[in-house]
């Protein structure tokens, strides 16, 4: 079992920045972390992935604007998000999973948090 916590969410100004750090523990490190984001109304979407060899990828909405990284030996997974919008204003879930790949599908994740909010305003 992986149990993740998240933090560092907050309210930012449009065009502001935000870090999120997601902390694992409970197991071994994981192929594949992960940030996914859920607005109201909307369905959870992937934004970044890190691998355990710190490969990245990134939704094309973030992409050149977060950068996600981790720490294997301290199990920590980062979001630093710049040039925020409004639009990126959600909860923000770190998830993780042992398996094949490392993909912005949600279904793919076994283990998540419990989300930490982000607001930006314009």
């Known amino acids: 079992q992986v149990q993740l916590v998240e933090s560092g969410g907050g309210s930012a100004q449009s065009g502001g920045s935000l870090r999120l750090s997601c902390a694992a523990s409970?197991?071994?490190?994981?192929?594949?972390m992960g940030w996914f984001r859920q607005a109201p109304g909307k369905e959870r979407e992937g934004v970044a992935t890190?691998?355990?060899?710190?490969?990245?990828t990134y939704s094309e909405s973030v992409k050149g604007r977060f950068t996600a990284s981790r720490d294997n030996a301290k199990n920590m997974l980062y979001l630093e998000m710049n040039s925020l919008k409004p639009e990126d204003t959600a909860m923000y879930y770190c998830?993780?999973?042992?398996?094949?790949?490392?993909?912005?599908?949600?279904?793919?994740?076994?283990?998540w948090g419990q989300g930490t909010q982000v607001t930006v305003s314009s």
């Open positions: 998830a993780a999973h042992y398996g094949w790949g490392c993909f912005l599908r949600t279904d793919d994740y076994a283990f």
């Open positions: 409970g197991s071994y490190n994981t192929n594949c």
């Open positions: 890190v691998r355990v060899d710190l490969g990245t």
